[in-house]
């Protein structure tokens, strides 16, 4: 079974700061993928950044970075100097083959930040 | 190009109405799935499919039905409206192997 843990509900970051959301994950499939997710208080989901479990090189999307830990299944979020619209909630998702085959993707329960002026 | 979209936007429900969520996608992808989001408690999958006439159940599918005729299409099904099913749901949509999830606007519905 394939599984996300997100474990801090809350966080809090000064504006100009970096902050690293935390995510481990769990799978038998060789072969995944790994995204973070933005959820404003408007609700859309906004896609930040992604890694697969081949890929060589930590992800890096501007001011994002996936701090990629393979032997410890963990795919940290890293937000450099932070903004006041980062605050949001942030999920960790993963991409990965069923016993059956089919690839579905599992969320975490997300980390809300708020970025403190 | 439209993306992900979904209708209603919002609805309310009675207890034991029934009702179809729509979701469709014009960027010819593979897979969709559904999610509901509860506070504190992430986005849980419900249902999701891999191509036409290919559907699988997630970790929630209780009380929904889906059925993928067209790529195009991933309705999901509510056949009796309970409370517990109150939420936000999302439609999202992917090819296979995708470096990205395009997600719908959402439907928030609400079951009294």
């Known amino acids: 079974a394939q599984k996300i843990t997100q474990t801090q509900p809350g966080m809090f970051v000064q504006e100009k700061e970096a902050v690293t959301l935390d995510c481990t994950y769990d799978t038998s499939d060789p072969s995944y993928g790994l995204f973070w997710y933005k959820q404003p208080s408007s609700g859309e989901m906004i896609f930040l950044i992604y890694q697969g479990s081949y890929d060589q090189q930590n992800a890096t999307e501007g001011r994002y970075s996936l701090n990629f830990q393979k032997a410890r299944k963990s795919a940290n979020l890293v937000i450099s100097a932070s903004q006041l619209g980062d605050s949001a909630m942030y999920f960790c998702a993963m991409r990965a083959r069923n016993s059956g085959g089919y690839q579905k993707v599992t969320f975490g329960i997300g980390t809300k930040l708020q970025v403190i002026p | ?112």
């Open chain 2, 1 to 112: 190009n439209a993306g992900v979209t979904q209708t209603p936007k919002f609805q309310v429900l009675k207890t034991g109405q029934s009702m179809t969520l729509q979701c469709a996608q014009d960027m010819n992808h593979e897979y969709m799935s559904w999610y509901r989001q509860d506070p504190g408690m992430g986005l849980r999958l419900i249902h999701y499919s891999v191509g036409a006439g290919i559907t699988d159940q997630g970790e929630v599918p209780n009380g929904y039905n889906v059925s993928r005729s067209t790529t195009e299409d991933f309705p999901l099904r509510l056949l009796s409206a309970a409370p517990s099913q109150t939420s936000v749901y999302f439609c999202a949509s992917s090819h296979r192997d995708s470096r990205a999830w395009y997600f719908g606007p959402g439907t928030r519905l609400t079951v009294t």
